[in-house]
């Protein structure tokens, strides 16, 4: 190469490594500034749909004007709906029914939340309850976030379960064991009707239902042996009523008790758990929106109920179903 014109290559490879270098920091950063979207916005933008207006209609003629109870003091409930696994289309609708609670009976405040940042101790402690809407598979990231979880329900503050909150933590047995079961299948599908009847039909949780069994279509679990802590820790207020053929047909191995809604005490804390809730239209089921709203209030500290475990109670005799449907 001339001596002349060494310069002016040297100076024009410089310039291109200059640039090279710049357009590769430029792409580095932009990929460390760049965050991998959370699978679950998909997810829930795919399965979930809005509301009508006549569902919002129909849901906030289901919701009682008044509480049962009158709340000792403000009370807030955190309702959580996110979905590691099997992602129901009726979240929306429970959503909704417990913000028309909220707003019409006054029996609580609630904030909505789908990511686990909002289990920090510093954050729960202005809520007197949990409220899981049908999460599934649900994993705590972080311990902190599990023992924040724990703390707050053994402390003394309520738990809320609906229909998929059984099929929970199967990496945090404390977790699960504290719901009182897991998903083991659904033999009552969501297509059929179902009769129930109430295994307490005194219990104040079971007033909604005035004394009678009842049907109604909704999917209905079943739950593992291993995890399911049993009646010598839950007080059954509604099981499936397996007098009638339509509900112990669908099981080889029965009859056998299968409970839907219980209550529970967990440490100093309180648990309502309630199966109903697959079917959308479980949320405009003024009866079973009912059920659920004293539930809460039990939870909250404001209804109070009898939460000694079924196996020590004597004399209680079941409302069965009516035969016909």
Known sequence: MPTESRPRFVSLLIAVIAAGSFSLVSLHADALSAQDPDPWEQKKAERFKPLTE?????????VPAQPTAKPATKRRVLAFYRCEGFIHTSIPHANECVRVMAEKSK?????????????????LAKYDAILLNNTTHMQ????????????FIIGGKGLIGFHAASDNFNRH???LAIVGGTFAGHPWGAGGKWA????DPGHVLNAAFDGSGFWHSDEIYQYKPESYVGTKVLRVLVSLDMSK????SRINDGPREVPVSWVRKAGDGRVF??????REDTFANPVIVQHMLDGIQYALG???ADATPSDELNNVQPALAPAAR
């Open 196 to 199: 129930f009847k109430l295994d």
């Open 302 to 304: 404001d209804l109070p």
């Open 54 to 62: 006549n569902d919002k209609h129909q849901i906030a003629a289901a």
């Open 140 to 151: 705590f990231p972080e311990p902190s976030q599990r023992d924040a979880f724990m703390d």
């Open 273 to 278: 758990y309630t199966n109903f809730g697959h």
């Open 245 to 248: 053929e339509a509900v112990s």
């Open 107 to 123: 029996a609580f405040e609630v904030d909505f939340a789908d990511t686990y940042d909002v289990f920090q101790a510093e954050n």
């Open 173 to 175: 047995p404390d977790c």
